[in-house]
């Protein structure tokens, strides 16, 4: 192959009459979405079932045929449905390398609007499924290649790196930007890169080779090389040169933005349905030009990426080196006038607020599933008895729920509804029908998967719980309050004298807890696993409620008790009208005489900024799931300050606000709450159902010089900038918030951040501004698919405000973050009237050490072998979460007990897969890179884990131990 692809470099480079032939590698795959137009059943009965029947046959049958796959999700429920013919014939094809899986996770992630955490457990479980389930004997493993190819939202700058982390050396997108940009690319022929997207991670463990496709992966298709179209007719004698002429052209076309070979991906959405008739008319376009290679002269042949990826890489050719380089622009979409009535550039910036309650319900079941998983891991470490390979069982319900609502269809909120316009592209000129069967009502079928989930993952937490408890406990309810933001809510029978809470996280936590006692009691207090009894106040306006502060340590769970013989009961929270000084030995809150915000000082480091703060709605006439069109400022709404009032006690204070547009508008209540020992203002926007055409957005409106730069987190992974463009709309300058976003001035150490618990829209469009988009709802279309967004009910928007310096902020930015969005177990239990229960802890040591350093345990979890389900195995994933910072290290033994108690240890890749070394990349010119010959790639000797682990900033190191 090295000799045959200098000859073909050379001539390349020579061209003229006796070039040798332009190597084209073909390649076929079919997009299926796990749900959009139809739910996840629905397609697959319809649709997906025959594309995989008909292309595991064509392959076993033809040697010469190629295929890839993506989406694990179907093959998992096309197997069981299969005979063991079948199962053999994707064995072969899988092992022969005629069928290749790429990126391979339960289904094609969105990039931006999901969490990192999630993207790595639903890939990890397409590649557990593939490996425990076909179980082929391959030399290499079986996914190198990332493809992510419909991310119309924007490509995530943390994809690249969490692909390299998985093993992966090749990737695959489409170009999501601006027209210009596209331009430039072409000219450079930029369209195959390396990519060293992390400012962070080591490039020798975050660089990955990327091949973006330079329009869509459904060109070929649009050509009309798509025969499940019924208007395309097969190839035969009379029409084979015409369609030869086309794909020519189409490949001519694209050598002006590759450099090398071409790479023709083939397909679309849910294609090959009868992948017989698709590769026969291909096949007879195919030999046709092979026959006169002096009107083509090209080498077409069927290929999967891997077999492109890894002839491109053994030419002698330099390929640009791009860092950074954040896709989230959205797609600036060009709406035929004829359907609008006027011609507007769409930013698909709605996506990262639209279906705000579908966004949070995911968070909140993937957080469900981590404290769960945690639990298991607890339970088994403290020797209590757990039917661990049932309850793992019941877990694969959850972690098949998440997966499916991770896709790129889902979390953007862009999936057909109960009553809407479900034909894509229809406008409000030309709606189409209205949804009103079950096949379409995909809102509702991933919302009742997350419920299943929901219940799998609470029926295992509840029996962990109860295990946890001493032998004498009874009467144990759970909590799960998702809502309450940085509140753990309990309401407690009449018997139940105990609180038990559990932390999954690697840091020490104060939160405050909620609980309700027994009517009319005067003398309850609360008191510590110690019996010291602990401040509480009471609750103003809610009957026989108390609030209490309570510490859990890291990785562990504490017990308090409610005593009804105590000399005095809580203390009286006292109520004032207006808006009064919020102030703790951390932070300072003041308010201006019309009731908002004025200033926000931390105390600590002396940092003073001056801000307003308030809501506001956008009102549109246009726009829709997919694209933000703006087309006025948003609207300050007036705060009803004969309502405002002020609440204060010794656990917190906290101010309550109420806006309306109108006396008979919705009523949005804004709650801003400092609890007595925080360092950060938690804010909680109420949300009625929104008047239709509005959007409802917080606005900071600060005195930092911010030289029109915004930061947001990408995924929740690293942070990346954006610079405010005033030549673009509204919608053009809003990017998606995951976890974090921030301003800073330039000319002083001043920061002001938000933390999210769930995907936000964010934009700063003057400098000092910080806006961050929450609830929409739509009655318009923007021809992107379906529509309207109506989404009613009430909903809760959680978020955090931290003020300080630039180092300081971004040292504790994640783990105040992630302490609001992993929400405490809470359960209510009848303890034993003599024996103090004392913490349970993950290991032997309290983890203090840990706490000083911005670690983060990603995942701590039990799994079975996948080749062994007799056997089990404990997963740890840890990552230093703070960006720019001095290597972390942290103590393996300090997570799991001393590594003696386990019978191997190893380092795994992200997904769980072994570590091997993947292609390796030097220098060859100013940005430009070469890649390394293929065999030259040893594969490492595999170490034993070491107790101590070094940390580079955001990157994840990931572990397997054998029990």
Same mark, same amino acid.
């Given at each position: ?70 989406? *694990? ?19 072969? %094809? ?431 207090? *609360? ?81 003073? %900024? ?86 409802? %957005? ?266």
């Amino acid at each position: 192959i090295m000799l045959f692809a200098a000859v073909a470099a050379l001539a390349l480079i020579a061209g003229g009459c006796c070039a040798a032939p332009l190597e084209v590698f073909l390649v076929p795959h079919s997009h299926c979405d796990v749900g959009w137009l139809k739910t996840v059943e629905a397609y697959y009965e319809q649709e997906v079932q025959f594309v995989l029947d008909t292309v595991v046959t064509e392959l076993d049958r033809d040697p010469s045929l190629r295929f890839v796959w993506s989406e *694990v999700k179907w093959l998992q429920m096309w197997w069981p449905q299969r005979n063991s013919s079948m199962h053999d014939a994707l064995r072969r %094809i899988v092992t022969n390398g005629q069928l290749e899986f790429v990126g391979a996770g339960w289904s094609q992630n969105d990039e931006v609007t999901t969490a990192y955490g999630d993207v790595v457990e639903q890939t990890t479980l397409g590649h557990e499924w593939l490996r425990r389930t076909l179980q082929v004997s391959r030399p290499d493993p079986l996914v190198r290649v990332g493809w992510q190819i419909d991310m119309f939202a924007g490509y995530s700058g943390a994809t690249p790196t969490l692909w390299a982390l998985m093993g992966y050396d090749y990737m695959v997108i489409r170009f999501e930007g601006p027209q210009g940009m596209r331009d430039v690319w072409t000219q450079e022929k930029a369209f195959e890169m390396v990519w060293e997207a992390s400012d962070n991670v080591p490039a020798n463990r975050s660089r990955i080779f990327c091949h973006i496709i330079q329009y869509n992966y459904g060109d070929m298709c649009g050509l009309g090389f798509d025969w499940d179209n019924p208007n395309n007719p097969a190839i035969t004698p009379d029409n084979v040169k015409q369609a030869a002429d086309k794909f020519a052209a189409f490949v001519q076309s694209r050598t002006e933005a590759y450099q090398g070979p071409i790479m023709a991906v083939w397909g679309s959405d849910f294609r090959f349905q009868n992948a017989s008739y698709w590769f026969g008319n291909m096949s007879r376009i195919i030999a046709y030009m092979h026959q006169h290679p002096q009107t083509y002269n090209l080498h077409v042949q069927y290929s999967t990426v891997l077999q492109y990826m890894e002839y491109l890489t053994s030419l002698p050719l330099k390929f640009p080196v791009k860092k950074h380089l954040d896709f989230e622009y959205g797609w600036p979409h060009v709406i035929p006038q004829n359907l609008t009535g006027n011609v507007t550039v769409q930013y698909q910036t709605g996506a990262p607020v639209s279906r705000a309650a579908h966004k949070q319900h995911v968070r909140d079941v993937s957080v469900l599933l981590r404290n769960t998983q945690f639990a298991l891991w607890l339970a088994h470490r403290q020797q209590v008895h757990v039917d661990v390979p049932a309850a793992l069982q019941k877990l694969e319900e959850t972690q098949d729920a998440l997966g499916v609502t991770q896709h790129h269809d889902s979390l953007p909120g862009t999936m057909s509804a109960a009553g809407s316009f479900v034909r894509w592209g229809g406008s409000d000129h030309n709606p189409g029908p209205r949804c009103n069967d079950k096949d379409c009502m995909v809102l509702e079928d991933y919302g009742s998967r997350l419920d299943e989930g929901s219940r799998a993952a609470s029926d295992v937490l509840t029996s962990v719980i109860t295990g946890l408890l001493p032998h004498q406990a009874a009467s144990m309810t759970l909590t799960e309050d998702t809502q309450a933001g940085s509140t753990v809510h309990i309401p407690m029978r009449a018997e139940q004298t105990g609180i038990l809470l559990l932390n999954s996280l690697l840091q020490a936590r104060s939160v405050l807890v909620q609980v309700s006692f027994r009517a009319g009691a005067q003398h309850v207090c *609360v008191q510590n696993s110690r019996g010291a009894a602990v401040p509480a106040q009471t609750v103003p306006d809610v009957k026989d409620t108390l609030i209490f502060s309570a510490q859990v340590e890291a990785l562990s769970t504490a017990t308090y008790t409610l005593n009804y013989t105590c000399s005095s009961g809580p203390a009286a929270a006292t109520v004032r009208s207006g808006a009064t000084t919020l102030e703790n030995s951390h932070l300072q809150v003041t308010f201006d005489q019309g009731g908002l915000v004025a200033s926000l000082l931390n105390k600590d480091e002396n940092v003073l %900024i001056r801000t307003t703060q308030y809501l506001a709605l956008y009102h549109n006439s246009s726009g829709g799931p997919y694209c933000l069109v703006e087309t006025e400022w948003a609207r300050a709404l007036p705060l009803d300050r004969s309502k405002t009032y002020t609440v204060s006690g010794p656990v917190l204070a906290e101010v309550h606000q109420f806006f309306a547009e109108t006396p008979t508008s919705p009523v949005y209540e804004q709650v801003l709450r400092l609890a007595h020992d925080a360092a950060w203002l938690d804010v909680r926007v109420t949300v009625p159902t929104l008047a239709v055409g509005t959007e409802l %957005i917080a606005r900071f409106e600060s005195d930092l010089d911010t030289a029109g730069v915004l930061t947001s987190d990408d995924t929740g992974f690293e942070l990346f900038t954006h610079m405010r463009n005033d030549s673009l709309p509204v919608s053009g300058n809003y990017h998606a918030v995951v976890q974090s976003a921030h301003v800073r001035a330039v000319s002083s150490d001043r920061q002001l951040t938000v933390l999210s618990s769930r995907t936000l829209g964010i934009a700063s469009l003057r400098n000092g501004w910080l806006e961050y988009m929450m609830y929409r709802r739509l009655n318009s279309t923007d021809d992107q698919g379906p529509w309207p967004l109506e989404e009613t009910g009430t909903v809760q928007i959680n978020t955090r405000v931290l003020v300080g310096g630039a180092t300081a902020s971004e040292q504790r930015r994640r783990l105040v973050a992630l302490d609001q969005e992993v929400w405490l177990v809470a359960a209510a239990f009848m303890p034993t009237p003599t024996t103090p229960m004392a913490p349970l802890r993950a290991a032997p040591s309290p983890l203090l050490a840990v706490n000083e350093v911005p670690v983060h345990v990603v995942s701590l979890q039990l799994r079975q072998n996948p080749f062994n389900s007799s056997l089990l195995q404990v997963v740890v994933r840890v990552q230093c979460v703070a960006e720019h910072y001095a290597q972390a290290s942290v103590a393996l033994d300090q997570l799991v007990g001393p590594l003696t108690d386990y019978r191997a240890c190893s380092e795994t890749n992200l997904d769980l897969s072994p570590v091997r070394t993947r292609l390796q990349w030097h220098s060859s010119g100013p940005n430009l890179a070469s890649a390394t010959t293929p065999h030259n790639r040893a594969n490492p000797p595999q170490t034993a884990c070491s107790a101590k682990l070094l940390l580079a900033p955001l990157d994840i190191r990931t572990f397997v131990l054998d029990l």
